[in-house]
């Protein structure tokens, strides 16, 4: 949790010139003098200002700061029991007691994800009620990690968004990057490293935005291009994974981080030796080794190099490695480290035909395996049955809820049966308002249907325009074409595009909405056939404004098929090489707007004016119809240059959207 932090707008920052000999102090023994502090006769707002520090210079293990929290709730109550404080002192104790929550949250995280998640809800409600959103928001991310510690992803990720929302909101570029990292850091758990990395690269571009990145700031940056490199080394992308870890390793020297360096410089030593660099790898993990780092993190070191000089058959150095690393995991009683360094060891001494040896470091390798899984699996059990436990008592909770508003509801009831006269006038009126709001519910929905058929009529003929016999039999022609022509390579290819181009255009027309990205996929594999049926005489684009992100827009399906087609029907029909039709997608003034243009002979006065086609028509009225009876404009225009020659014909509108949570 984040008590104390740079995120804490929580406290006031007092500077007075009668504490300046105490607060002098500071620099030699900061908590004691911060204790000392403590017993002078200060201002309990400054006795609060003055604990907080010592929590921000203490462990949440040390039994001083889990003292404190207490201490900062008490002090808290005692002011908020003081009925002549102002509104703005209420609002400092309030936030107060809402913090404490918190960091005894935090506390208690590793030990009682349960209890900590009830602290949280506190925090929360406190937040809420005095407005203090950057404060809620920090609180989310503190219960978006306890969720995810009980495999409770679903909620983990629900939290990180509510809280990302404020901090862009409040355009806090730090906080927004951390909780973005969260969201990424939960889908890499879940082993989906494709939308671990999207979100990973979008925490990234929120760092990028920091103007002046503290110390802090830039340790999450390293971490973030740390776990982003990590990833792409576990799916064998070792480019991208060398540019981001070269990237933290960058930002981990800036600051004198000896620590994220080593680890750092271990993992790019494995990516050389996955590569077969061998003298690269060797350099990365010397280096490594060479940093000021404690046992633990030079025993990854060591277990590399080991590895490394097993690979180069050089025993002798392998074993001496090996056996440093076996060393600190006996000494700090690392099952993890014990089990790699016994693993390797065994296979030095296979490979070095030292058979006694092997045998004995396999024996004592597979004790620690299992040992392993069988801990893993407690792990497991243990967090499975947290889940269940949470699970339950909310499903516990709802029931006690339903039950009580039932009771509440019969007591109702009750009264209600021993009114006088009175009651049957509101039960005449009453049931006149029932009859009115059922006959507009009538109405609406009637209404409502009858929106609902011509939609669903407006798509069944959208649908025939788009999967038109003329359209099928060329394709398929031209697919057997390529066969006669024992291009089956090609055939296949086109072949696999059509069967999903039709599954694309056959599910989609049972949605309301489908996601940008798919829209595109479709318009792909459209592209490619009609580029088949035109004997590839032109070439297409589709552009799409770096603001606009495909997998977070959701848009009607089928709206730009028909406009596409006659581009290439018409704008094309006397080119027979060198055509180009281009599509884009652009975000002005928070609507998105699409737009085919291509290179053909344009459109005549006459044809300008009646260029209309049943597509067109029928795309026209989906828009209205979708846009709640608006006027929506088509706009279909040449293009000129500056002597007035005409390029070509571009057909505009616009797209209602909906972002897609």
């Known amino acids: 949790m984040f008590h104390f932090s740079r995120f804490s707008k929580l406290f006031l920052v007092v500077s007075c010139l009668f504490f300046s000999g105490a607060f002098h102090a500071l620099a030699q023994n900061p908590i004691d003098s911060l204790k000392l502090v403590l017993k002078t006769n200060i201002h309990d707002t400054l006795k609060l200002e003055v604990m907080g520090q010592i929590m921000a210079n203490t462990r949440i293990t040390d039994p001083d700061h889990v003292d404190f929290i207490g201490k ?62 950057h404060q809620l928001a920090m609180t989310l991310v503190g219960k978006g990690v306890c969720y995810a510690k009980i495999l409770n992803f679903t909620d983990a990720v629900k939290c990180y968004f509510r809280a990302l929302k404020y901090f862009e909101k409040e355009k806090d570029a730090g906080a927004a990057a951390y909780a973005t990292m969260q969201i990424a850091n939960a889908y890499n758990k879940q082993g989906n490293d494709e939308k671990a990395i999207l979100y990973y690269k979008k925490a990234m571009k929120h760092f990028e935005s920091l103007k002046n990145p503290n110390v802090e700031d830039i340790l999450t940056n390293i971490e973030l291009n740390h776990n982003i490199g990590h990833v792409y080394l576990l799916m064998g992308d070792y480019v991208n994974a060398e540019k981001y870890l070269k990237k933290a390793l960058g930002l981990a020297e800036s600051i004198g981080d000896t620590q994220f360096a080593s680890l750092i410089l271990d993992k790019m030593g494995r990516i050389y030796f996955k590569q077969k660099k061998y003298k690269e790898a060797l350099l990365m993990f010397e280096e490594a080794l060479k940093q000021d780092q404690s046992d633990l993190f030079k025993s990854n070191v060591y277990t590399s190099l080991g590895e490394f000089y097993i690979s180069q058959k050089k025993y002798k150095e392998a074993e001496n490695y090996l056996q440093k690393a076996l060393a600190i995991g006996l000494q700090y009683n690392s099952l993890n480290i014990e089990m790699h360094a016994r693993k390797f060891l065994y296979q030095l001494y296979k490979e070095a035909k030292q058979f006694d040896k092997s045998l004995e470091m396999y024996e004592t390798y597979a004790v620690l395996k299992d040992s392993a899984k069988i801990q893993e699996s407690r792990d497991a059990l243990k967090e499975q049955q947290l889940k269940y436990e949470f699970e339950n008592k909310e499903l516990l909770t709802k029931v006690a809820q339903q039950k009580k508003m039932a009771a509440l509801k019969l007591e109702n009831e009750q009264k209600n049966a021993r009114k006088n006269i009175i009651l049957y006038i509101v039960v005449s009126i009453a049931v006149l308002l029932l009859i009115i709001i059922l006959f507009l519910n009538y109405y609406f929905k009637q209404k409502n249907l009858a929106e609902a058929r011509k939609n669903e009529e407006l798509k069944q003929r959208l649908l025939l325009t788009q999967m038109n016999p003329h359209f099928i039999f060329n394709s398929v022609d031209n697919i057997q074409s390529l066969i006669h022509q024992k291009q089956d390579k090609e055939a296949i290819s086109y072949l696999t595009k059509f069967s999903k181009l039709t599954r694309q255009i056959l599910e989609n027309s049972r949605e309301n909405y489908i996601l940008l990205s798919e829209e595109i996929s479709m318009l792909e594999n459209y592209m490619t056939i009609q580029k088949l049926l035109y004997n590839n005489n032109f070439r297409y684009e589709i552009l799409i404004d770096e603001e606009i992100d495909p997998e977070s827009l959701l848009v009607p399906p089928m709206l730009t098929q028909p406009f596409i087609e006659n581009a290439i029907k018409h704008g094309l029909k006397n080119k027979q090489e060198d055509g180009l039709v281009r599509i884009h997608y652009r975000i002005q003034n928070e609507k998105l707007s699409f737009e085919v243009t291509d290179n053909g002979a344009g459109l005549t006065q006459e044809e300008e004016k009646q260029h209309k086609s049943l597509s067109t028509q029928i795309t026209r009225e989906r828009l209205e119809s979708i846009a709640s009876g608006k006027n929506i404009s088509i706009e279909t225009t040449n293009i000129m240059d500056t002597d007035n020659i005409i390029q070509g014909v571009k057909t505009y509108f616009e797209i209602p959207y909906v972002f897609n949570h």
């Open 72 to 133: 900062v709730k008490s002090l808290a109550e005692k002011n908020l029991k003081n009925k002549k404080i102002s509104t703005r002192e209420k609002l400092i104790w309030r936030s107060a007691i809402g913090q404490s929550y918190s960091n005894e949250a935090s506390v208690l995280m590793s030990s009682d994800v349960m209890r900590s998640i009830e602290l949280l809800d506190k925090s929360e409600k406190i937040f809420i009620e005095i407005k203090d959103y």
